[in-house]
């Protein structure tokens, strides 16, 4: 059985991430998608860009309540602080690489640098930049992705990473030069700067953090509908809304995937009965835990942990 990747994701969404080599702030591998449960990335947030690049296999992308389904070839650069995550519903595995680089690397060379990452981060600012092989400076940005993955210490297809004692000049360079592929691409999504829609839009994602912050510190409590909302200072039925445009699922659909990671991390981890790991993750009794554990990973709970 692969190893499973598991992120960082605090309680306000956002990632804690590991770089390669804690001293330099790039991660870049080649990964199949299949290193997450279920085929689905946990949703978070960085102040990092983040770029895809899609070697096979479909990758359903989720970025700030809108969905893209990129092909082979095709891939994505997430901007700064924004909801996203890669999926595929049918849990057909993509392989993908990946390379997330933080601007500290950067916005503060000069002033004008600063300015042009001020500029291109601003939430009314794209999303997100789709990348496609048919045109040419998005083939560049493509191009610069696989560069970073060869380039980065610690790099590269996952289980033979390149050497962490490698040079981090070269990685340096080609990650400062994909920013700068793409700094200037973004594009204010829905008028000149900041402006009422903007305002709206900020306070849905607080409100959103608000009602994933509480599930991800009390999901063993029994959560209702109205604990959630009451979290995020919305109606019941926005509550849902809000999770269906900015989380891609529902509260309750959320809540027991909480649950169900922190099984699995018990079952791994712990020598607890079914029953001491149905309580300790919120489920109301053993038999509904391994039910939903079963609908969820595709196993019992006892199969799970009996795997090598």
């Not at 595995?93 to 933080?102: H, K, L």
């Not at 962490?164 to 994909?178: F, G, Q, R, Y």
């Amino acid at each position: 059985m692969r190893p499973m990747k598991r992120i960082t994701v605090l309680s306000d969404l956002s990632e804690r991430i590991e770089y390669n080599i804690p001293e330099l702030p790039i991660y870049a591998r080649c990964d199949p998608l299949s290193i997450f449960p279920d085929c689905r990335c946990p949703c978070h947030w960085h102040r990092d860009l983040e770029f895809i690049h899609v070697i096979n296999g479909d990758l359903h992308h989720f970025v700030n309540g809108r969905v893209t389904v990129l092909h082979p070839g095709e891939g994505v650069v997430v901007n700064s602080s924004r909801l996203h995550y890669g999926f595929s519903p049918t849990r057909q595995d993509v392989r993908f690489s990946c390379a997330v680089i933080s601007p500290s690397l950067f916005e503060h060379l000069t002033p004008s640098v600063t300015a042009r990452c001020e500029r291109a981060f601003a939430q009314h600012m794209d999303d997100c930049l789709l990348l496609t092989p048919d045109v040419g400076w998005q083939q560049d940005v493509l191009m610069g992705i696989e560069r970073v993955v060869r380039l980065a210490p610690g790099g590269g297809v996952r289980g033979s990473e390149n050497r962490t004692d490698m040079s981090p000049l070269p990685a340096v360079a080609a990650a400062i030069e994909l920013c700068d592929m793409v700094l200037d691409r973004f594009r204010p999504n829905g008028g000149d700067g900041p402006g009422e829609d903007e305002s709206i839009e900020q306070r849905n994602r607080m409100s959103v953090l608000g009602m994933t912050g509480l599930i991800q510190h009390r999901f063993r409590d029994p959560l209702g509908l109205d604990d959630v909302a009451a979290a995020g200072g919305v109606s019941r039925s926005q509550c849902c809304i809000l999770f269906r445009k900015y989380v891609g699922r529902t509260p309750n659909e959320y809540l027991t995937e909480r649950r169900v990671e922190e099984a699995r991390r018990l079952l791994r981890e712990t020598n607890g009965s079914i029953t001491e790991i149905a309580r300790a993750c919120g489920f109301s009794t053993a038999s509904y835990f391994v039910n939903v554990f079963r609908k969820r990973v595709g196993v019992t709970p006892g199969a799970f942990r009996s795997r090598p």
